[in-house]
């Protein structure tokens, strides 16, 4: 089963049969990690950059530990993106980077559609960790297999996805792949977190907490960036807590084996109560972070077995 | 206690289309009859109405009160009498006093300072934004919860438009409304009377009808937008009620 290009630029395009089959890898990479094994032999010799344009830790670890697990040769370059005239400095990269011959490029921007620029202009296979507001697939991949694993599938479940949904590039890509297999999702949040028509891509929207959780079987949550704060499209923290932060009482409006999730770093006390997000039988949030890694892999792995370059 | 009968009153009461004269008697505190002729129970107090209307007590749903910050001009306690004399039971405050309604802590008290008085009871309004200053969004959630009864700035408009979008659009979350004061503020400032014949005869700085039209134009396109709910708290001009009734 191949992906339908050699980059994996979004979820949105994606059929059932792809998303299982990366799934389906994964998992037996989850299985390969706690073994302690590695597969070395696989990207041997391959060169992967991970090119960020914008902070990460978890993310750029992530693939940068795949990378390694696989035999890669792993190179992180972290780009200031403020300074410089972003479009012309994109591609000037971009042709630096085809001139090194990088094999898999890992690329997070501040803008939506630069990967897919950059995947316009270079020879390597080109992987989305987060543009703008877009998508970030592989979160949303990590997130399916943490799910799947938990309650043995994707389809009929109730998901409700909450917090900033307007900034949100893991809300986007995690309303594709979940509306595609299947599950029913839902969107909470205050109507300026909210974006236009978003029911357009399958879900249903609530702005009352106890209703959108009512009978959730899995419970996302988003991060809130403070500078939306800034920005005025919330009032104060205290105030987003009250009415969007998952606290015990709300979780108990959801199913009553309902499962906690959060692509982090978690603000404790804005979106999240730590009584809820140390749950030890109802938070997936560490458990997300180890599928990350497997899921990278995953997606390494089907992009490697594609025909290798233009020729 | 003991019952009271007033007598020789003008009975109003619009809720349930009643308009004649005749007598009321209360007993234990409550309404027990009203009509045209009552007969006196044992006991009762008669009061004469001397012909005055006795009607529902009046509410006032936009009232700027001097407290708290202007004490100087009114007091909670001497504007309970004045709406007592004035018929007035219950008071929308607006929220631009000194320091402005935009914590909840202070809709709380407004509402106790209301029952203190006996007579009086406060609606709060809170502020749309802090300090109603118009440039942040004041906490409507938790203003509502305290018991905010609507969101406004008071008399001052919310005259950016990012604002007021934002505003109809987190109030409709919480199913509530923005009481919009329609004045652009950059056409009014300083004025004074609609600008025209009689502001130049008088010599006094205008206001265009254009500056309430503009606000109520853009005000209405923004409720379309965000699916919020707008009420103008009043209308003076012709095409500002055109746009209203065609809306």
């Known amino acids: 089963m191949n992906l339908p290009t050699r980059h994996l630029l979004a979820i949105e395009g994606l059929h059932p049969p792809q998303i299982e089959h990366l799934l389906d890898l994964a998992e037996s ?14 990207l041997r010799g391959r060169t992967l950059i991970n090119l960020f344009f914008e902070d990460s830790t978890r993310t750029r670890t992530s693939f940068e530990l795949a990378g390694k697990r696989l035999g890669a040769d792993v190179i992180n370059m972290s780009v200031s993106s403020s300074s410089v005239n972003k479009g012309e400095t ?35 296979s080109v992987i989305n960790a987060g543009d703008g507001l877009h998508e970030h697939p592989t979160q949303a991949l990590l997130d399916a297999l943490t799910i799947r694993r938990r309650r043995g599938r994707l ?33 909470i949040g205050p109507p300026t977190l909210i974006p236009a028509e978003v029911t357009r891509l399958g879900v249903t929207v609530f702005h009352d907490m106890d209703a959108g959780l009512a009978g959730a079987d899995i419970v996302m949550m988003l991060r809130l960036q403070r500078e939306r704060m800034v920005r005025g499209l919330v009032p104060s923290a205290r105030e987003y807590f009250r009415f969007f932060g998952l606290d015990s009482e709300k979780l108990a409006k959801a199913a009553p084996d309902a499962l906690v999730m959060h692509p982090g770093p978690m603000n404790r ?32 792995d089907s992009l490697s077995r594609r025909p290798w370059r233009n020729s | 206690m003991t019952d009271t009968l007033i007598v020789n009153v003008r009975l109003l009461d619009p809720a349930t289309r009643l308009d004649a004269p005749g007598a009321l008697l209360i007993r234990g505190g409550v309404i027990a009859h009203c009509g045209g002729a009552i007969g006196r129970p044992d006991g009762a107090v008669e009061i004469d109405g001397g012909g005055a209307i006795l009607c529902p ?37 607006l929220p631009d006093s000194l320091p402005a309604i935009d914590d909840p802590a202070l809709v709380r008290l407004l509402r106790a300072r209301g029952e ?29 919860e305290a018991g905010a009864i609507g969101f406004t700035d008071g008399q001052r408009a919310v005259g950016s438009a990012r604002m007021m979008r934002l505003a109809l659009s987190y109030a409709r979350g919480f199913g509530a409304r923005i009481i919009q004061h329609p004045e652009e503020p950059t056409l009014a400032e300083g004025g004074a009377a609609t600008e025209g014949e009689l502001a130049t005869r008088l010599g006094l700085p205008g206001i265009p009808a254009a500056a309430e039209e503009i606000l109520v134009a853009r005000d209405i396109s923004l409720a379309r937008l965000t699916g919020g709910a707008v009420h103008f708290a009043h209308v003076s001009t012709f095409d500002g009620l055109e746009l209203i009734r065609r809306a």
Do not use: F, W
């Open chain 1, 29 to 42: 990479y989850v299985l390969l990690n706690r073994s302690g094994k590695t597969q070395r032999d696989l």
């Open chain 2, 57 to 93: 007590g009046l509410i006032d749903m936009r009232a700027a009160l001097g407290e708290p910050g202007y004490e100087y001009r009114e007091t909670i306690a001497s504007a309970a009498q004045a709406a007592a004399a004035g018929g007035i039971t219950t008071l929308a405050a």
């Open chain 1, 90 to 124: 994109l591609l000037d990269t971009a042709g630096t980077l085809n001139a090194m011959n990088c094999d898999l490029l890992v690329v997070r921007h501040d803008q939506s559609g630069a990967p897919s620029l950059l995947a316009q202009k270079v020879d390597a």
């Open chain 1, 155 to 187: 389809e009929g479940l109730i998901v409700a996805i909450c917090g900033d949904v307007l900034h949100s590039r893991v809300a986007r890509s995690n309303i594709h792949l979940l509306t595609t297999m299947g599950s029913q999702v839902r969107v």
């Open chain 1, 269 to 300: 006390g804005v979106e999240i109560d730590s009584a809820v997000a140390d749950d030890p039988v109802r938070s997936l949030i560490r458990e997300q972070v180890e599928m990350g890694v497997a899921v990278r892999m995953a997606v390494l």
């Open chain 2, 116 to 144: 203190e008085t006996g007579s009086l009871t406060i609606l709060p309004y809170g502020a749309v934004t802090r300090g109603c200053r118009g440039e942040e969004l004041a906490e409507m959630g938790l203003l509502l």
